[in-house]
């Protein structure tokens, strides 16, 4: 025990190559030390072993899809995600189909690794809306084929009844297109019969759990499961296992995958029809003739089948219970004993089931399958049903044994033997490693004229009694020396005693145990007969699907040819699915189960290697430690890798080999790592070749930017080389416009100077016949001329003398304007000057008074505009013709300026009173109407200001110098209707006789003054003014209000 104690620990152990020393026990230790950690995987080269841990491990995370994704194989954990890794990314780079073969005994966990490898691609792979839907349509064909094609067995809760090689197809990025899924016989006795201990397809016990009780209703079915013969057993339930939540998975997936709900329905429909036609009792009784015969028991059943069918239950009876037979050219219908009856019910429904699964299989590869056209690299899944050996082994196991016995002869082909047949044909040394090849097993059964399936199918076709015995004697006669094959007969004749072979059984040695097969049931399985009564039944029936099952029922297309028997077809099937699984790399996935209880974590080493044993672990890894991971041809290596050397690079000139050689030597790999074949290169260990990968790697991302570069900078190039052509043409274009232009200006500018010295030179030459300066004279004389003109014709065109009239007449020339303009205002102010001259005198003055009038009050006084078309009279009173004036035209004499009636206004109450007013170049005299003397006389100088209001009143008020005599009295309020002569009047005597101007206030308030002091003045404008002048009211002592308009 000791000298095999590995020396490596065990976890450290995750490649079984390392293994040291290398024996059984240690193999078997290091592989349950690894399981007891949890390690459940453990590589020999890239073959990944499995250990089914009956357990859910946390290894399956999105976080270690992650990890694994883009791993370096060896630098992670063995994990199944790495080889679903390698695979993937050696289809994808490398463009090679690849295979995954899952093998190991029912139970190992087959399925489930399948289903690993399928959602780690799936997650690895990119995404995106189409990508996703053919992914999820791919990944949900699995829970509804093995709602149908699943079982519980002894051996496993969930046995695949079925082989099924899943070919998933992607495009050249890698990016999942769809699939083709080959389904390999289905175990279909499994309908009729199960073992004790065992279920029927998982599909019965799902309907019947989930179904709504609609649904239900509308198939006929009754949840109870121990209703239905077809589902009896000790329990239909399982523990840990929830049929109907199951029940709902598998309808959300085939409505993911793309199942109609008629299709779903009639799926569904003809599912129960299997199930009731388990319930169809027959009842035995003779017939007159004295056969046999038989009738439905029950007809509840067979109507219910037949409305769901859409089929007259007579005819499905008539089906049942009698069978037409062709006799030469008679047709002749016999009646069938209760046996055969129930052998024809029990046939039909298996009929129905797999070919349903058939149906099942190819809609679901209706909806996966890519288009036609695309260029695709595949990767396929196998997952068959594992090796079975149970106490009592029928045909179904033969067949399933016999599969994987095949899928054992390709592990031994590629891994053992014609690796090392591979190293003698290329010269490599080598030392043989021992294997058992199990060619002789196959050969046994499928060799086409000797082997087992073939003197089965003899035994089906010969005319006369058939039956297992004439069989197994034929068998017995064959075979009774071949080392792998064993019956009774044979045992007796080497007289060897062994009680655990019935004499009705014959027992093969296949690699992984010996089986012992009862022949009983071969010949009918392998037949695999159904009446065609109940085919033409079947097709007869209105239901669409179940109709399309069975197109051989047409009676137009009735033959007598016997279909291929069960045996047979699968041998092709497995031959095609062979041929399909050489052409592509393998990944081996190599299941291992370990222990019988299905126990979590429970490792029975007797069992375990027992599967080591057979599954021929130990020379796997001898033949992997002496042997070489990787092997290429030189021309493809070379093409492969040349980048990676200096001579080789770009181009080699000399043959692949030394290609090969010149490059492996200046990558400096130790010399153990390599050898050189006839035709191959060979590199030992994986970590080498994904070095080599690694350089290459490196090197195809430096040499793709050196492309880049090159043609960066090519475009680079070509852009600039381009933009200066085109800068070029546009600053030649340019230059040359500009030099045009330059040559244009310079012949102009040539051009006026040869015009200026041509015209210097002829005037010089010229001069002495011209006299000089004739030019400025002839211009001086032009210009007279025109001036002459232009005043003659004005002279006589002068326009009319009055001074209101201030047209005249415009320049004939611009250089005139200025000229014309002086005239005209010359002209103007002389035809005033010539009015004013003819004015008589007193109209003159009358004109000055007039014009003072209008300096004093224009604008300033409302008065005013009245005051214009007033003739300035002046003498108001005449005082010389009327006698009673006498005194006053006495005091006034010839000095008198203007006479006239005015009204003082009362500075204590305001009323006004007549007053004559005279004014003389002197004095301003007042005097009373009726006595016509002076009352007051006023010297001229007196009179300080005078003020007046804005308005067009006639109120005047004449302040007086506080020195004079007649200023105690106060201010004088006067109203006069002609005020503005009055006033101007005043002013103007005063201007003539002390050169002194009237001060003048135009304003709204001011004050007198009276005896009594200061009075204030406002002046309002109001409506109560009176017509004949301002009304004047007093306001207290001191204050007085002028109303005016
Ligand atoms: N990696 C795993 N982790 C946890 N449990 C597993 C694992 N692999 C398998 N099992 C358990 O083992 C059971 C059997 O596995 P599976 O159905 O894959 O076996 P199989 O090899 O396909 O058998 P058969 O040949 O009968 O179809 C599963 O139902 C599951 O409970
Ligand atoms: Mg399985």
């Known amino acids: 025990m000791e000298a095999t104690e590995p020396l490596l620990d065990a976890a450290a152990i995750g490649d079984l190559v390392l293994l040291d020393p290398l024996s059984e026990d240690s193999l078997l230790r290091t592989l349950r030390e690894r399981f007891r950690r949890g390690d459940i995987y453990t590589y020999i080269g890239n073959v990944v072993i499995s250990v089914n841990p009956y357990q859910p491990l946390p290894i399956y995370t999105p976080e270690k899809v992650q990890e694994y994704h883009n791993c370096n194989f060896f630098a992670v954990k063995p994990h199944i995600y790495a080889i679903a890794d390698d695979a993937y990314r050696s289809l994808r780079d490398r463009d090679r189909d690849q295979c995954i073969l899952i093998t190991g005994e029912s139970g190992a966990g087959k399925t489930e690794a399948s289903k690993l490898v399928m959602s780690y691609v799936a997650a690895v792979c990119s995404k995106g809306e189409e990508v996703d839907k053919v992914k999820e349509q791919l990944l949900q064909s699995n829970p509804v084929l093995e709602a149908f094609g699943n079982a519980k067995t002894i051996r496993n809760d969930n046995s695949s009844r079925f082989g099924k090689y899943m070919d998933v197809e992607f495009d050249f990025k890698g990016e999942p297109l769809g699939g083709v899924i080959s389904n390999y016989l289905l175990e279909k006795s499994r309908i009729v019969r199960h073992v004790k201990g065992e279920r029927n397809f998982h599909i019965f016990y799902q309907l019947l759990a989930g179904g709504s009780a609609q649904l239900l209703q509308q198939l006929r079915l009754r949840q109870d499961c121990q209703h239905y013969p077809y589902l009896r057993g000790e329990s239909c339930s399982l523990p840990g296992v929830d049929d109907a939540a199951n029940f709902r998975a598998v309808q959300d997936?085939?409505?993911?995958?793309?199942?109609?709900?008629?299709?779903?329905?009639?799926?569904?429909?003809?599912?129960?029809?299997?199930?009731?036609?388990?319930?169809?009792?027959?009842?035995?009784?003779?017939?007159?003739?004295?056969?046999?015969?038989?009738?439905?028991a029950e007809p509840q059943e067979l109507q219910e089948i037949g409305e769901l069918i859409g089929l007259e239950p007579g005819t499905l009876e008539q089906a049942l219970c009698s069978r037409t037979v062709k006799a030469r050219d008679e047709t002749v219908l016999t009646t069938l004993s209760v046996p055969q009856g129930y052998y024809g019910r029990d046939a039909l429904a298996k009929n129905i089931y797999s070919r349903l699964f058939d149906w099942l299989v190819s809609r679901i590869n209706t909806s996966i399958q890519v288009k036609p056209g695309k260029q695709r690299k595949v990767m396929g899944v196998l997952d068959i049903y594992g090796f079975e050996i149970f106490q009592d082994n029928g045909f179904e196991q033969f067949i399933i044994n016999y599969c994987n016995e095949k899928l054992q002869q390709i592990f031994i082909l590629l891994t053992l033997k014609e690796e090392q047949e591979e190293y003698v044909r290329e010269g490599i040394q080598w030392t043989p490693v021992e294997f058992f090849d199990n060619s002789i097993i196959c050969n046994l059964i499928e060799n086409s004229k000797s082997g087992i399936l073939a003197m089965l199918d003899e035994e089906c076709l010969r005319p006369g009694v058939v039956n297992e015995d004439t069989f197994l004697t034929k068998l017995n006669l064959l075979f009774a020396t071949h080392k792998h094959y064993e019956s009774k007969e044979t045992q007796n004749a080497r007289r060897v005693m062994d009680t655990s072979l019935p004499p009705q059984c014959f027992r093969?040695?296949?690699?992984?145990?010996?089986?012992?097969?009862?022949?009983?049931?071969?010949?009918?399985?392998?037949?695999?007969?159904?009446?065609?009564?109940?085919?033409?039944?079947?097709?007869?029936?209105?239901?669409?699907?179940?109709?399309?099952?069975?197109?051989?029922?047409?009676?137009?297309?009735?033959?007598?040819?016997?279909?291929?028997?069960?045996?047979?077809?699968?041998?092709?099937?497995?031959?095609?699915?062979m041929k399909n699984l050489y052409s592509k790399n393998p990944n081996y996935i190599r299941c291992i189960k370990p222990n019988e209880t299905k126990a979590a974590m429970l490792f029975t080493p007797e069992l375990v290697l027992a599967q080591v044993r057979y599954l021929g672990l130990m020379e796997n890894v001898l033949v992997r430690r002496a042997g070489y991971a990787f092997r290429q041809l030189y021309g493809s290596f070379l093409e492969r890798y040349k980048m990676l050397g200096s001579r080789t690079w770009p181009r080699w000139a000399g043959t692949d080999r030394a290609g090969a050689e010149a490059l492996l030597q200046e990558l400096a790999f130790p010399a153990e790592e390599l050898a050189f074949g006839h035709t191959k290169i060979f590199i030992r260990s994986p970590r080498t070749l994904f070095d080599l990968e690694r350089r290459r790697q490196e090197r195809v991302v430096q040499l793709a930017?050196?492309?880049?570069?090159?043609?960066?900078?090519?475009?680079?190039?070509?852009?600039?080389?381009?933009?200066?052509?085109?800068?070029?043409?546009?600053?030649?274009?340019?230059?040359?416009?500009?030099?045009?232009?330059?040559?244009?200006?310079?012949?102009?500018?040539?051009?006026?100077?040869?015009?200026?010295?041509?015209?210097?030179?002829?005037?010089?030459?010229?001069?002495?016949?011209?006299?000089?300066?004739?030019?400025?004279?002839?211009?001086?004389?032009?210009?007279?001329?025109?001036?002459?003109?232009?005043?003659?014709?004005?002279?006589?065109?002068?326009?009319?003398?009055?001074?209101?009239?201030?047209?005249?007449?415009?320049?004939?020339?611009?250089?005139?304007?200025?000229?014309?303009?002086?005239?005209?205002?010359?002209?103007?102010?002389?035809?005033?000057?010539?009015?004013?001259?003819?004015?008589?005198?007193?109209?003159?003055?009358?004109?000055?008074?007039?014009?003072?009038?209008?300096?004093?009050?224009?604008?300033?006084?409302?008065?005013?505009?009245?005051?214009?078309?007033?003739?300035?009279?002046?003498?108001?009173?005449?005082?010389?013709?009327?006698?009673?004036?006498?005194?006053?035209?006495?005091?006034?004499?010839?000095?008198?300026?203007?006479?006239?009636?005015?009204?003082?206004?009362?500075?204590?109450?305001?009323?006004?009173?007549?007053?004559?007013?005279?004014?003389?170049?002197?004095?301003?005299?007042?005097?009373?109407?009726?006595?016509?003397?002076?009352?007051?006389?006023?010297?001229?100088?007196?009179?300080?200001?005078?003020?007046?209001?804005?308005?067009?009143?006639?109120?005047?008020?004449?302040?007086?110098?506080?020195?004079?005599?007649?200023?105690?009295?106060?201010?004088?309020?006067?109203?006069?209707?002609?005020?503005?002569?009055?006033?101007?009047?005043?002013?103007?005597?005063?201007?003539?006789?002390?050169?002194?101007?009237?001060?003048?206030?135009?304003?709204?308030?001011?004050?007198?003054?009276?005896?009594?002091?200061?009075?204030?003045?406002?002046?309002?404008?109001?409506?109560?003014?009176?017509?004949?002048?301002?009304?004047?009211?007093?306001?207290?002592?001191?204050?007085?209000?002028?109303?005016?308009?």
């Open 253 to 296: 997936a085939m409505s993911v995958i793309g199942f109609s709900p008629t299709e779903v329905t009639e799926l569904l429909q003809v599912t129960a029809v299997v199930l009731k036609l388990g319930n169809v009792e027959l009842s035995g009784s003779y017939q007159a003739s004295g056969m046999e015969a038989c009738s439905i």
């Open 508 to 577: 093969i040695h296949h690699y992984a145990g010996k089986v012992t097969y009862n022949v009983t049931g071969f010949i009918e399985k392998n037949n695999d007969l159904l009446f065609r009564d109940l085919s033409q039944a079947m097709w007869a029936a209105r239901h669409p699907l179940l109709r399309s099952l069975f197109p051989e029922g047409d009676p137009q297309k009735a033959s007598l040819k016997l279909p291929p028997t069960a045996g047979s077809q699968f041998k092709a099937s497995v031959a095609m699915l």
């Open 705 to 1045: 930017t050196l492309i880049q570069k090159m043609i960066r900078g090519w475009r680079c190039r070509t852009r600039y080389q381009l933009m200066r052509k085109s800068q070029i043409i546009l600053s030649a274009w340019f230059r040359g416009h500009a030099q045009k232009n330059k040559y244009k200006q310079m012949k102009r500018s040539a051009l006026l100077i040869q015009a200026y010295v041509r015209g210097w030179k002829v005037r010089r030459a010229y001069r002495r016949y011209f006299r000089a300066e004739a030019s400025t004279r002839l211009a001086s004389f032009i210009y007279r001329q025109l001036v002459q003109k232009f005043l003659m014709g004005l002279s006589r065109n002068l326009p009319p003398l009055a001074v209101m009239d201030r047209t005249w007449p415009p320049a004939p020339y611009k250089f005139l304007a200025a000229a014309n303009q002086e005239l005209r205002s010359i002209f103007y102010r002389w035809k005033c000057k010539k009015y004013r001259e003819e004015l008589p005198p007193q109209r003159k003055a009358l004109l000055q008074t007039k014009l003072c009038a209008s300096e004093l009050f224009k604008d300033k006084k409302m008065l005013y505009p009245k005051s214009l078309q007033q003739p300035f009279h002046g003498k108001y009173l005449d005082l010389t013709q009327n006698p009673k004036y006498q005194k006053l035209h006495a005091v006034a004499k010839d000095k008198l300026v203007m006479a006239d009636t005015v009204r003082k206004v009362n500075r204590a109450n305001g009323k006004a009173v007549p007053r004559l007013l005279l004014l003389t170049t002197e004095h301003l005299i007042l005097a009373e109407p009726k006595a016509a003397q002076p009352k007051t006389v006023l010297s001229l100088g007196d009179i300080r200001s005078v003020s007046v209001t804005r308005f067009s009143d006639g109120f005047l008020v004449l302040h007086l110098k506080e020195t004079c005599t007649g200023a105690a009295k106060g201010d004088f309020l006067l109203v006069s209707d002609h005020l503005i002569e009055l006033v101007t009047r005043l002013h103007q005597t005063l201007m003539d006789t002390s050169a002194q101007a009237l001060v003048l206030h135009i304003t709204d308030q001011f004050s007198t003054r009276s005896q009594k002091g200061d009075v204030a003045i406002t002046v309002v404008e109001s409506a109560k003014a009176g017509t004949n002048g301002p009304v004047c009211k007093k306001r207290g002592s001191h204050r007085m209000e002028v109303l005016v308009h």
